[in-house]
């Protein structure tokens, strides 16, 4: 059957990619190599304590065996790792002096199942960055080019926040914000008093702090604030595709979705010089099926689309799927992370916090903005929060009914902070295909080779160093902090391995983000990114595919693809 237009992924990017062209009347098929899920039969969130098995926590011997990899990161539990892949049936390569922690999970909607829902726009000084220091492909588009995709995507996901006029951060079309609780406020007083060219402000989350009638429409409500986001929300109060984008395209009547399908590889006409179709394997069966398409987007995830596009070798492209620049593959990047400093308030006030935000505060990035950073380019900013400690914490280290009078106790507030840095372009980061080595379905084996830099090691001290002084300024006394970054990939912000650029010699992808040499091809996940900012970068992958949907539905008709 023929479709006009295929969507390889149905995550983040993927699900916004097929709501738009489904809603701009193509007949759209999602290919998604994983599972069905289900919320009433997979969501785990109206578990209670009791019900769970082990308190929560996996056997490290299976932890050991099939989660190697996927263990490193805080959201993997009993409750929550049949949305993560095994490693021992999901290998890849990298050298072991260079270890890259990818966190996948394999199912319908992907990881917007499990995302951290963090949604904050790049600025106008992100997408001037490459051609203004010399770092990576000089991006195509501007701040101009995609707020207006912004806007439309926040009305339709939802994303909770304040308006603060800051120009590395701007502001978007926000539902009210999760108030910053009383520890934070007094942080927030100190440190913007401290240093008046910083900010404390609510995190900016895809959480319905107070749904609008479309949201309802799709059957989501009001955020509960019970924060166990991260085993799926049965009331749909966080946008995932699963809940949000994939209902819309489904209303329309143009959908069509298959799982357990894996995408080995699009197929190129040499004769049009475009795509016309992509090759997938069944996931349970290893049979094969091209399916055929007008126009392909590839949203499967920055490494997996890369391996697609690599492994999409042809006479006429020997080196991949619009590889002539060489460029496929490379400038994988991913945000510093666990760059941690922890602290206790012992002046905080006498409150105590009902309920739990599905967020904290966030510190917009000040470095070379209102503060020169020292020795390095680009900039950090900060995700966290404030609590009061409590119970256990109080009473470690007492006995008997010592034990049980401190256990009742309300102890003093904690506030800790996690930087998130920018991570500068490098062309010898990459994904590489070994052809010597298959998976399990005769898939090469991916390499993927990324090591932090030296302008991200002298940025890491600092953001420890601006972490501790925050938390001295507001009267706190530092009781932990990190000697250094976390295993490139943990922030599970990969991006870059497709990039846009103006240049087809060190690009892949134009301003519409279709590929240089295959116009019928378009990339609009975490691949396309030409630099990583330091923000959170799903809300720009879903206003890329948006806006790239909307192009692409017009050069069709066109008569340009």
Known sequence: MMFDAIVIGSGMSGGIAAKELCERGLKVLVIERGRKIEPGKDYTDMQQPWEVPNANLINEDELDEDYEIQRQTFALSQVTKHFFVKDSEHPYEMPEDKPFAWIRGYHLGGRSIMWGRQSYRMSEMDFEANAKDGHGADWPIRYADLAPWYDHIEDFIGVAGSKEGLPQLPDGDFLPEFPLNDGELLFKGAVEKAFPGRKVISGRAANLSKARPHHEELGRGTCHARSLCDRGCSYNAYHSSLTSSLPAAERTGNLTVITDAIADSIVHDPKTGKASGVRVIDANTGDRTTYEAKIIFC???????????????????????????????????????????????????????????????????????????????????????????????????????????????????????????????????????????KDQWGVPLLNIECVHGENEMKMSKQVIEDGAAMIEAAGGMVINKAEKPGTPGLAIHEMGTACMGKDPKNSVLNKYNQTHDVPNVFVTDGAAMASSGCQNPSLTYMALSARAAHHATEFLKEGVL
């Open 299 to 437: 949203c499967a995830s920055a490494i997996a689309s890369a391996q697609i596009l690599l492994n999409s070798k042809s006479e006429a492209m020997p080196n991949g799927l619009a590889n002539s620049s060489d460029m496929v593959g490379r400038n994988l990047m991913d945000h510093l992370f666990a760059l941690s400093v922890a602290g206790i308030l012992p002046d905080g006030p006498n409150t105590t916090v009902h309920g739990r935000r599905p967020t904290g505060l966030y510190i917009p990035r000040f470095r070379n903005v209102t503060e020169d950073g020292a020795d390095y380019i680009r900039g950090y900013g900060y995700q966290g929060g404030a609590m009061r400690m409590g119970g256990p914490g109080v009473a470690a280290g007492k006995i008997g009914e010592e034990l049980k009078q401190a256990a009742r106790q309300i102890g003093p507030w904690m506030i800790f902070m996690s930087g998130f840095g920018e991570m500068l372009p490098n062309a010898d980061n990459r994904v590489t295909l070994n052809n010597a080595k």
